[in-house]
């Protein structure tokens, strides 16, 4: 009876503070979950951020009461010396626990398993993307080397630039390779993150939806300046971009004459061969 009254006690103080501190959690961080709310895909990132956050908060209570319960309720009084009575275990608690468990673990793997084929845009998904985004999309070609990203536009004569700048609510299709060694493309405020490999294009899409810079870093290890292959992109007006564009164009006309051909990958000549 007492182990019943203990058993019902504590789901009681459990099950009511997951319904409380749950949806307050959600509430207060729901705002600065990462990687916030630049682009389409970020939004579904912050979203499924949240869902996991749901599930993990009352698993984490269930732990924290559950050593509180205890510390209050089965403590040796003061001046005891004996080691307690003996616990043989309980084969209902141990199957309610990894039915619970599994089922949790089964559910959250599933919804992430559906999201990611509904919408697994804004990663890396090769040459040939399993789940190309509707519409026709702006491409953008990120070029990385040691230790820069250019960007190129080849709708717009294959102009390269050394920033990258994007219409807002315009479906953008990254096509990332690299010269060199492997860099990865990591736009944090777009949601956007995509390895970099010579000789391979890595495609990712993205529909931003704020006019705002965002942050652009090198996420994979690269070299001995990995640290400082950084930029800042923006996210402008269609009508913003087309001047930028523009102006892009007629400032790198001189040196057009001198880039290879648009392709979706290179191989750079060799500065110097061995003898």
Not at 107 to 127: K, M
Not at 128 to 133: K, L, R, T, W, Y
Not at 135 to 158: C, D, H, N
Request: net charge negative.
């Amino acid at each position: 009876m007492a182990q019943q009254n203990h058993f019902r006690r504590f789901m009681v103080i459990w099950l009511l503070s997951s319904a409380v501190i749950t949806p307050v959690a959600i509430l207060l961080l729901a705002p600065i979950i990462p990687p916030g709310n630049g682009s389409v895909q970020a939004s579904g990132h912050v979203t499924d951020n949240e869902v996991l956050l749901a599930g993990a908060i009352p698993v984490l209570l269930m732990v924290v009461i559950y050593m509180v319960y205890s510390i209050i309720y089965f403590r040796e009084g003061s001046g005891a010396v004996s080691e307690g009575p003996a616990i043989r275990g309980d084969s209902r608690l141990q199957i309610t626990w990894i039915v619970i468990t599994s089922a949790l673990v089964l559910a959250l793997a599933g919804y992430g398993s559906a999201e990611l084929i509904n919408d697994g845009a804004g990663s890396g998904q090769g040459p040939n993307p399993a789940f190309p985004a509707a519409g026709k999309p702006l491409q953008v070609q990120v070029i990385a080397q040691e230790w820069m990203f250019t960007y190129r536009y080849p709708s717009y004569g294959g102009i390269e630039t050394p920033h990258l700048v994007i219409p807002v609510n315009q479906l953008v299709e990254f096509n990332v390779t690299s010269l060199d060694v492997i860099h990865s493309f990591w736009a944090y405020q777009l949601g956007v993150k995509a390895d970099a490999n010579p000789q391979q294009d890595n495609i990712a899409y993205v529909t931003p939806t704020k006019v705002e810079p965002f942050s652009i870093h090198c996420a994979e290890l690269c070299g001995i300046w990995h640290g400082y292959m950084y930029d800042t992109g923006r996210v402008v007006t269609a009508s913003a971009f087309q001047s930028w564009i523009k102006s892009q164009q007629t400032r790198f006309a001189p040196i057009a004459k001198d880039l290879p051909p648009y392709a979706t990958t290179y191989l750079p000549t060799p500065a110097g061969r061995g003898s």
